[in-house]
């Protein structure tokens, strides 16, 4: 076992925010140990496994896509 993860057994794992998929949906990595946790569709957080990185990258994309067609419209709207 590393002794960085003894570290987050004992004291708690040190998340830090590294992506901001939605407003909702965000990403977390262990300063220490570097596990990966992300905000699952009920709102807790669960592990980030591969196929919810997929799922993730799908979301960011949609969401993108969203607020660019929003901004879009914010700026002809302020034009007429
Ligand atoms: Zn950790």
Known sequence: MKP?????EIFGHNYKMT????N???????KCCKKQLTTSSTGRLIE????????????ERIYNS???RLQQ????SSIY
């Open 24 to 30: 909702h949906v965000k990403e977390y990595t262990c």
């Open 19 to 22: 992506k901001k998929v939605t």
């Open 66 to 68: 969203r607020t660019l």
């Open 73 to 76: 419209k914010l700026v002809s």
């Open 4 to 8: 960085t993860k003894l570290y987050c």
């Open 48 to 59: 980030l496994t591969e196929k919810r990185q997929e799922i993730n990258s799908a979301l």
